[in-house]
Protein backbone atom coordinates (compact mmCIF):
# COMPACT_ATOMS: atom_id res chain seq x y z
CA UNK A 1 0.00 0.00 0.00
CA UNK A 2 0.75 3.54 -1.14
CA UNK A 3 -0.30 7.11 0.17
CA UNK A 4 -1.02 9.18 -2.28
CA UNK A 5 -2.77 12.71 -2.44
CA UNK A 6 -3.05 15.39 0.18
CA UNK A 7 -1.48 15.47 3.30
CA UNK A 8 -4.33 12.96 5.15
CA UNK A 9 -3.24 11.26 2.00
CA UNK A 10 -5.44 8.36 0.60
CA UNK A 11 -4.56 4.65 0.84
CA UNK A 12 -3.92 3.29 -2.33
CA UNK A 13 -2.94 -0.54 -3.22
CA UNK A 14 -0.39 -1.13 -5.08
CA UNK A 15 1.60 -0.57 -6.78
CA UNK A 16 1.49 -3.95 -8.83
CA UNK A 17 2.99 -4.47 -12.78
CA UNK A 18 0.05 -3.42 -14.84
CA UNK A 19 0.89 -6.40 -17.45
CA UNK A 20 0.30 -8.93 -14.41
CA UNK A 21 -2.71 -7.02 -12.72
CA UNK A 22 -6.64 -7.98 -12.76
CA UNK A 23 -8.49 -4.93 -12.03
CA UNK A 24 -11.50 -5.59 -9.62
CA UNK A 25 -15.00 -4.92 -11.11
CA UNK A 26 -15.82 -2.33 -9.13
CA UNK A 27 -15.54 1.29 -9.42
CA UNK A 28 -12.47 3.52 -7.98
CA UNK A 29 -9.11 5.93 -8.73
CA UNK A 30 -5.87 4.88 -10.19
CA UNK A 31 -2.82 6.24 -10.84
CA UNK A 32 -0.19 5.05 -13.35
CA UNK A 33 3.85 5.13 -12.46
CA UNK A 34 6.74 3.85 -12.70
CA UNK A 35 9.82 3.16 -10.46
CA UNK A 36 12.65 6.04 -11.00
CA UNK A 37 15.94 4.42 -11.47
CA UNK A 38 18.08 3.10 -8.84
CA UNK A 39 15.27 4.11 -6.14
CA UNK A 40 12.18 3.06 -4.63
CA UNK A 41 10.30 6.11 -5.05
CA UNK A 42 7.88 6.19 -8.23
CA UNK A 43 6.83 8.71 -10.88
CA UNK A 44 3.08 9.48 -11.31
CA UNK A 45 2.42 9.62 -14.96
CA UNK A 46 -1.46 9.26 -15.42
CA UNK A 47 -4.02 9.57 -12.58
CA UNK A 48 -8.04 8.38 -13.78
CA UNK A 49 -10.97 7.28 -12.17
CA UNK A 50 -13.56 4.46 -13.24
CA UNK A 51 -16.91 3.60 -12.67
CA UNK A 52 -15.76 -0.08 -13.38
CA UNK A 53 -11.76 -0.95 -12.98
CA UNK A 54 -12.10 -3.58 -15.02
CA UNK A 55 -13.69 -1.98 -18.03
CA UNK A 56 -11.50 0.99 -18.04
CA UNK A 57 -8.80 -1.12 -20.50
CA UNK A 58 -6.55 -2.15 -18.33
CA UNK A 59 -3.14 -3.39 -19.11
CA UNK A 60 -2.69 -2.06 -22.79
CA UNK A 61 -5.78 -1.11 -24.10
CA UNK A 62 -6.16 2.17 -22.51
CA UNK A 63 -5.69 4.92 -25.22
CA UNK A 64 -3.57 6.84 -23.00
CA UNK A 65 -1.33 3.28 -22.53
CA UNK A 66 1.38 3.98 -25.18
CA UNK A 67 2.09 7.36 -23.26
CA UNK A 68 2.90 5.32 -20.29
CA UNK A 69 4.99 3.43 -22.23
CA UNK A 70 7.10 5.83 -23.92
CA UNK A 71 7.36 7.28 -19.95
CA UNK A 72 8.50 4.27 -18.50
CA UNK A 73 10.49 3.19 -21.22
CA UNK A 74 8.95 -0.75 -21.70
CA UNK A 75 5.43 -1.74 -20.66
CA UNK A 76 6.65 -4.08 -18.12
CA UNK A 77 8.11 -0.87 -16.06
CA UNK A 78 4.65 0.05 -16.05
CA UNK A 79 3.00 -0.05 -12.28
CA UNK A 80 -0.66 0.34 -11.40
CA UNK A 81 -2.30 1.65 -7.49
CA UNK A 82 -5.74 1.93 -7.34
CA UNK A 83 -8.07 3.44 -4.78
CA UNK A 84 -11.64 2.36 -3.74
CA UNK A 85 -14.18 4.74 -2.15
CA UNK A 86 -16.63 3.21 -0.44
CA UNK A 87 -19.60 4.47 -1.18
CA UNK A 88 -18.77 6.72 -3.64
CA UNK A 89 -19.80 8.81 -6.58
CA UNK A 90 -18.35 9.45 -10.45
CA UNK A 91 -17.79 13.27 -8.82
CA UNK A 92 -16.25 12.30 -5.81
CA UNK A 93 -13.78 10.25 -7.58
CA UNK A 94 -13.48 12.98 -10.05
CA UNK A 95 -12.25 15.30 -7.50
CA UNK A 96 -10.19 12.97 -5.74
CA UNK A 97 -8.35 12.67 -9.54
CA UNK A 98 -8.51 16.84 -9.99
CA UNK A 99 -6.16 16.77 -6.71
CA UNK A 100 -3.47 14.34 -7.77
CA UNK A 101 -3.33 15.96 -11.07
CA UNK A 102 -2.81 19.45 -9.29
CA UNK A 103 0.04 17.41 -6.47
CA UNK A 104 1.75 15.35 -9.29
CA UNK A 105 1.26 17.42 -12.64
CA UNK A 106 1.33 13.59 -14.56
CA UNK A 107 2.87 13.85 -17.92
CA UNK A 108 0.33 11.99 -19.90
CA UNK A 109 -2.84 14.00 -18.01
CA UNK A 110 -3.99 16.50 -20.68
CA UNK A 111 -5.75 18.24 -17.72
CA UNK A 112 -4.08 20.67 -15.73
CA UNK A 113 -5.44 22.15 -12.69
CA UNK A 114 -3.71 25.24 -10.27
CA UNK A 115 -3.31 24.83 -6.76
CA UNK A 116 -5.69 27.96 -5.66
CA UNK A 117 -5.46 28.07 -1.74
CA UNK A 118 -3.30 30.81 -1.09
CA UNK A 119 -1.32 30.88 2.78
CA UNK A 120 -3.44 33.78 4.61
CA UNK A 121 -7.07 31.44 4.21
CA UNK A 122 -5.67 29.27 6.47
CA UNK A 123 -2.77 31.00 8.11
CA UNK A 124 0.50 29.82 9.05
CA UNK A 125 1.38 26.61 10.70
CA UNK A 126 2.93 28.81 13.26
CA UNK A 127 0.18 30.42 13.85
CA UNK A 128 -1.94 26.89 14.38
CA UNK A 129 0.37 25.15 16.35
CA UNK A 130 0.80 27.65 19.41
CA UNK A 131 -1.73 27.55 21.86
CA UNK A 132 -3.23 30.81 23.01
CA UNK A 133 -1.76 32.26 25.99
CA UNK A 134 -3.04 32.61 29.29
CA UNK A 135 -1.34 35.00 32.46
Known amino acids: MIRLGSAAGYLFEGPRLLGGW ?3 SRPGVYVIMYRLPSSSRYA ?6 ADDLS ?22 QIHVAWFEIPGDTRPHREQVVAELITMYSPHCNSERFDN ?3 PEWIGSADVVSRPPHRD
Open 22 to 24: TPP
Open 44 to 49: VVYAGQ
Open 55 to 76: KAGFPFRHPKSPCWTRRAGDKW
Open 116 to 118: TWR
